[in-house]
DNA sequence: ACGGGTGGTTACCGGCGGGATACCGGCCGG
DNA sequence: CCGGCCGGTATCCCGCCGGTAACCACCCGT
């Protein structure tokens, strides 16, 4: 039924990694600068958002692109595939916000 | 704009583990026993599989049923929450398949 | 009595993801 | 000349996730 190469393996619907999917969001307005990524990402570090960044390069969801200056600038930006995601990726958000309360009593109750 | 607090960390959209994904699936028909799930999830050792299901009761997307025998008879089945799932899971499959080939060729061209 | 299937548990272990920290060159303003 | 912002890289470290292997109680059929 699921073979050893299964889809969920090459496939960035656990969007990637931890954070590839709040990247991808902030991407929606329009591309962003490396900077201007990291402050809305409370916590990520310069090392873990580049990682991140070069994963979702690597799947063709983002497109880094070198404004040559001076002063130069580093963007990034959604690629026609990456915002494809987004439709999905809202379905996902939407589900969670729509059974958060049932989320929270599921993790009370268990404990 | 994601405090620290990120609905991600809660959210089991990013299903879970490396299996919770394709046991949901494998339910998605009703309820199964564990052997009836072992083998489908080609692979997956016992304890794992009872790590992963442990971890979907956790969250309220997965209901462990004892019949009591004997002979006793263990069944997993979807929660309604877990259930309600399989519908925005179902969107980003559709995603998947629709954009194998650009998937592909992105992580090809990559390298 | 014994083997086999069911439904696990326990101990151990390696790899990797992610965080902290330090450092870097290039360019800017003062 | 000094400091600071930009866009990173290098290094170390720790925890957790997933896998292996061994073991287990219980029940069944022969």
Known sequence: MFDPVCPS???PIRVGDKWAGMIIRCLEQGPRRFSEL???LRGITAKVLTQSLRGLERNGLVV???HAGPPRRVEYGLTPLGRSLLEPMAALCAWTEEHWDELLDARETAI
């Open 64 to 66: 880094r692109t070198v």
């Open 9 to 11: 393996d090459l496939s």
């Open 38 to 40: 990291r402050a809305p």
